[in-house]
């Protein structure tokens, strides 16, 4: 049964902590038993909100656990803040819930639609970006950070079309409703990766219009490349391996110029043993450091 | 110049993502018109094999009773006719044991399907049900025996009672571990979630019947009233399974005494 919030315990006191500089993993509920005998410090989970949306049992004591060792973010997978009916109230209602049970480090959501007219598609599915679904992103953007009374982070997608009809390009909408909304940013550098291949441009011509200013996590996976009907690469966000090296190299890249992220490495299909996640997430932890380092050089510098 | 695309249409979008036949909804592509059949394709995929992926986790025992692509044919028509409504996963496939009810291929090569599609919902049921304490047995002792007939039950959120023709509980076993049972039954099941792990204990008719007419609010004397037709009926035995399976959160309080 979907948890109604009049349903949930009285909330527990979880601990603070504090997520800044730290790189993170998928929870995946079958690593359990090895992250609590292992007890590896200095990370992040993430969980994707609607697998705890059952009013019990393990799935609640799984993540409790997670949550009180280590901070957590909630991924919002299904909201639908580009679908053009209103958001489900419900499904609000369930999401402003465990928001308010786990106290999350982050909180986050998709641009893109996942229900309409009542079906629910279970994938993220893309949008034109036009002034008319801006204003229906920005409506919903604000319905859920009322709802929550925090604001979310927006994921950039990953797309396989484009609409003839957008008009804007995709950072700029994303800026544009960083500003009408207050929200921050989720810069998921494979989807900026697989849409760049997807669609023609160059990776970094999109992140050096990104408002990097904004963004508060960093998402890292590994993707599939099939090959288009042109013969040209057709990439696909599979998470369902390794991050790919030229994610990795962007991701420096960007890292070197904010200064370290939360970031999270997922990993949501063919999941490999806990400690193959954990070497991907110690992967971007050094990378972390590194940027941490040359950023606190950088800045004393430019102090001298 | 050319004419502009038509608009894009989320209602058609979503449309053509559920029918194969349907050609690239309008306003999709870029204007240089190159195809994107290939590219919408990726999307339509998706959408049927994350759906149907969803069903094989939900019913692994079917999956394996059936076969995979024969799961498969009959998930996606499922789907077809009873798209998803829900955003959680977990409420996906309620009324697909129906389906399978109806479903002629189904009904007539493997009957017992439907009962095995009820125990796996189930199972899911119990394992995200809320949770509760579980009734300890002791606390039976402190009810007098006078009162012992008119004792009711609190049912545990995660006890629940399938019923089957079939022996739904071997064939549930073997198509989970992709082996053949014999089907022939009747079977019945309690399904409950004693702890964190959920349980899934043979009945026999007797048992169900009072487990049954219990996890209703019915009082022990009721319940075992019902349950004595049978032959093989031990009211000890049959409650004493149904407490060690965790169906029970509780006593339930005396009715408040009328006339105060």
């Keep these: ?304 | 110049m050319q004419a502009p695309d038509p608009a894009w249409n989320s209602a058609a979008f979503a449309a053509a993502l559920l029918d194969p036949q349907a050609p690239v909804p309008a306003g999709v592509g870029r204007t240089d018109g190159s195809a994107m059949e290939r590219r919408f394709a990726v999307y339509r995929n998706n959408v049927a094999h994350s759906l149907v992926t969803a069903m094989a986790d939900i019913f692994p025992g079917v999956a394996g009773l059936a076969g995979r692509d024969r799961f498969t044919d009959a998930v996606r028509l499922y789907l077809a006719g009873s798209p998803p409504g829900s955003p959680i996963l977990a409420e996906l496939g309620r009324d697909f044991p129906d389906f399978l009810d109806r479903f002629p291929p189904a009904r007539q090569q493997m009957p017992w399907l439907a009962g095995v599609a009820r125990l796996e919902r189930a199972w899911l049921d119990a394992w995200h049900a809320a949770d509760a304490p579980l009734l300890d047995p002791a606390q039976l002792a402190t009810i007098s025996p006078e009162q012992l007939a008119q004792t009711r039950f609190l049912a545990h959120p995660a006890a629940m009672i399938v019923r089957s023709d079939f022996a739904i509980v071997r064939l549930l076993e073997a198509g989970r571990n992709g082996q053949a049972a014999d089907p022939a039954g009747p079977g019945c099941a309690l399904v409950s979630r004693p702890h964190l792990a959920v349980m899934i204990e043979p009945l026999d008719a007797a048992a169900a019947g009072l487990a049954r007419c219990l996890l209703a609010g019915g009082t022990l004397g009721t319940a075992a009233e019902d349950a004595d037709g049978h032959p093989d009926f031990e009211l000890g035995r049959s409650l004493g399974l149904l407490l060690a399976a965790g169906a029970f959160a509780g006593i339930a309080p005396p009715p408040e005494p009328e006339g105060r």
């Design chain 1, 1 to 304: 049964m979907p948890r109604s919030p009049q349903d949930m315990a009285a909330r527990p006191s979880f601990p603070d902590h504090p997520v800044a500089g730290l790189a993170g993993a998928s929870f995946k509920p079958q690593h359990l038993p090895a992250i609590l005998a292992d007890a590896p410090a200095g990370l992040f989970f993430e969980v994707h909100a609607e697998n705890y949306m059952g009013a019990g049992g393990m799935p609640h004591a799984a993540l409790a656990a997670i949550r009180e060792r280590y901070p957590v973010s909630l991924h919002g997978v299904a909201m639908s803040i580009g679908g053009d009916g209103p958001l489900d109230g419900d499904h609000l209602a369930r999401f402003a819930a465990l928001v308010d049970h786990y106290q999350p480090a982050l909180v986050s959501e998709h641009l893109a639609w996942s229900t309409h007219g009542g079906t629910f598609f279970n994938d993220l599915l893309p949008l034109p970006y036009t002034n008319g679904t801006l204003e229906r992103v920005c409506e919903h953007v604000d319905r859920m950070q009322q709802a929550i009374a925090r604001p979310i982070l927006l994921e950039n997608p990953a797309t396989y079309v484009l609409f003839a009809e957008s008009d804007w390009e995709e950072t700029a909408f994303l800026a544009e409703v960083v500003r009408r909304t207050g929200c921050g940013l989720l810069l998921d550098i494979n989807n900026v990766f697989v849409s760049a291949t997807n669609h023609g441009f160059a990776p970094m011509t999109y992140l050096g219009r990104f408002p990097l200013e904004h963004v508060g996590e960093i998402h890292l996976a590994g993707h599939d490349r099939q090959v288009d009907d042109d013969g040209t690469p057709l990439l696909i966000d599979t998470h369902d391996r390794p991050v790919d090296d030229a994610v990795w190299d962007l991701y420096r890249t960007i890292i070197g110029q904010t200064g370290p992220l939360p970031t999270l490495v997922e990993w949501d299909a063919e999941v490999p043993e806990w400690p193959v996640l954990k070497a991907e997430a110690g992967q971007a932890q050094a990378m972390l450091d590194d940027a941490a380092m040359t950023f606190l050089m950088g800045k004393r510098h430019a102090s001298a």
